[in-house]
């Protein structure tokens, strides 16, 4: 089974270094700014079912936000993330981002917001309680991570497999059940006009 995962948000909040430490559990300190979007994935286990987690990593610049619009349409899954030392990091997520995801993500069914950065706590900009306000609205689960130090990166794509597997796995092996049950309907009418003309 897999599970595609988009993270989307500003340049430099951490989108790439928390997919690298999910799937490496490397960090750089220094990493180029994504260009267009980047695939990972990790393979895992969860309640005796194998899941691959197809994670995609999308541009925060402005110039390929159209790019990132293919990624998060098709995905049932999102990361808002924002950097906690960065008030306009989160700033953007309610009114660039978050609207833009509202319109373009079609399939959309989990959303998670992730305030990254932990470790900088001493140079905290977005209160704890501005972001978790903020998760209530949209109707997101809340994570706060450290990429760096590796805080919290297990447990919120953990939480995200486990919220799949819970709400929107059997839903989506249904609706593709029904498509192939469509599909083969018509066939059989097909051959049975061929068949009485």
């Keep these: 089974m897999g599970i595609k995962v988009t993270l989307i948000g500003e340049s430099s909040v951490g989108k790439t270094s928390i997919i690298n430490r999910y799937t490496r559990n490397a960090f750089t300190q220094e990493l180029e700014s994504t260009l267009g979007a980047n695939y990972s994935q990790k393979k895992i286990t969860l309640h005796g079912k194998k899941i691959r987690m197809d994670l995609w990593d999308t541009a925060g610049q402005e110039k390929y936000r159209a790019i990132g619009r293919h990624f998060y349409k098709e ?9 906690i030392s960065n008030q306009d990091s989160f700033e953007k997520l309610k009114d660039v981002w978050y609207p833009e995801l509202k319109e373009y993500g079609e399939k959309l069914k989990i959303l998670a917001l992730v305030g990254n950065k932990i470790d900088k706590y001493l140079e905290e900009e977005v209160k704890e309680e501005d972001a978790k306000k903020f998760a209530e609205e949209i109707n997101a689960i809340y994570k706060r991570t450290s990429a760096m130090e590796g805080t919290n990166i297990e447990d919120l794509f953990n939480t995200l497999a486990e919220k799949y597997l819970t709400d929107i796995a059997n839903l989506v ?12 309907d018509d066939v059989k009418d097909k051959e049975k006009k061929k068949k009485c003309c």
Excluded: A, F, P, R
């Design 173 to 184: 092996i249904e609706k593709d059940e029904k498509n192939i049950q469509i599909k083969g």
């Design 75 to 83: 995905s049932y899954i999102v990361c808002l993330v924002y950097d």
